[in-house]
């Protein structure tokens, strides 16, 4: 299997209206490709940009079982001087409608010079990214700055956006993710690890000296100006001006973590607390569990729990059978506590009992 760039003027054959007409194939003049290759169609100016991947279905066809294709030619003296070549069916695979294969980033991804013909691609670099686009090229390709004060609305119009972009170095990018990792250096976020394989090499590179306030050509340090972080971080690091450093923005991490710690640390206590005072409430509604507690604590001097548990669940299984050996070792073990502690209960005329000690 080969990897092939190929370029498409729409003054010459518009092969964006022959795919949609022909279901998803069109024909391309070549004796080049062979079956099983896959073919990136370019589109020239104005929009520079790879529009279409397409798989090599069948090749070297002559005219006589070419798709009909006319329509499609802009220039009519070139179709009909090349009647004679061959062909090659392509099928569409994926149709790129943004320009994430801009000519801008191919160069960045190793394309050397401009597309004037057809030509395979054997840089891995540039192989790498036109397989996958968008697990290289994130939102973070540009700083671009939308103002937030504009308190317009625009609905149902197209809105031209003026920018400035500040190139970044793809490479720099690569060496960052290939010595710190995917891992978001802020909260700790693995995209892979969370989505799987949709996930993987997903990432955003921050740069910690913003790229809007150099101006001019940086020479970047990758260990110490790049470093990975989730979008969400990336986002909360760039909401103040200067950008939070990351530590800074692992500060308000903690800001919130602790205090939800803290309110989770209560809530069991409470609850543990609530738990204690109906355990209580319960054995002093039964009399005879009262009693029961009472006579062993006296026997044993409040040390044996085990037996007390183990007399308790034999005697009252079938009168509480919604209470399982859990419940009834947490119910002795906190009651049991409770009356060594308290001397309130110590000198109640039931459960009075000799502390030994």
């Known amino acids: ?116 013909g057809v030509q395979q691609c054997k840089d891995e670099g540039l192989l790498e990214f036109l397989l996958h686009p968008k697990q290289i090229v994130n939102d973070d390709v540009y700083d671009v700055d939308y103002p937030e004060d504009d308190e317009k609305l625009y609905e149902g119009a197209l809105i031209t956006v003026k920018a400035n972009k500040y190139e970044r170095n793809q490479k720099a990018r690569r060496e960052c993710v290939a010595q710190k990792g995917y891992k978001c250096l802020v909260c700790g976020c693995d995209f ?94 039964d009399p005879e569990v009262r009693k029961l507690i009472h006579n062993m604590m006296e026997m044993d001097g409040g040390t044996m729990m085990k037996n007390i548990l183990s007399v308790c669940i034999s005697m009252f299984q079938e009168r509480y059978n919604s209470m399982k050996p859990n419940d009834w070792r947490h119910l002795v073990d906190d009651y049991v506590r409770a009356v060594i502690h308290r001397p309130d209960l110590q000198e109640d005329e039931v459960f009075y009992f000799k502390v030994t000690g």
């Open 1 to 116: 299997m080969k990897y092939w760039i190929a370029p498409s003027k729409d003054s010459t054959f518009r092969i964006g209206d022959a795919i949609k007409a022909q279901h998803g194939m069109a024909d391309w003049r070549t004796d080049k490709f062979a079956v099983g290759d896959i073919v990136f169609i370019y589109k020239t100016k104005p929009e520079q940009c790879i529009r279409y991947k397409m798989e090599v279905v069948k090749a070297k066809i002559i005219f006589d079982e070419a798709l009909e294709q006319e329509n499609f030619w802009t220039d009519k003296d070139l179709y009909y001087h090349g009647i004679t070549s061959f062909y090659a069916r392509l099928k569409l695979i994926e149709e790129y409608t943004d320009d994430i294969l801009s000519l801008h980033h191919l160069h960045e991804h190793g394309l050397l010079g401009n597309l004037q």
């Open 192 to 285: 892979e690890a969370t989505y799987g394989e949709i996930g993987k090499r997903f990432i955003h590179v921050h740069h910690l000296t913003p790229i809007s306030s150099i101006g001019k050509e940086y020479q970047l340090d990758v260990e110490k100006d790049l470093v990975p972080v989730c979008p969400n971080c990336h986002y909360m690091i760039h909401r103040k001006t200067p950008p939070y450093t990351i530590e800074e923005l692992k500060e308000e991490l903690q800001k919130v973590a602790t205090p939800a710690k803290k309110r989770s640390s209560k809530k069991a206590t409470e609850i543990r607390f609530v738990a204690e005072a109906a355990i209580l409430r319960d054995v002093n509604d």
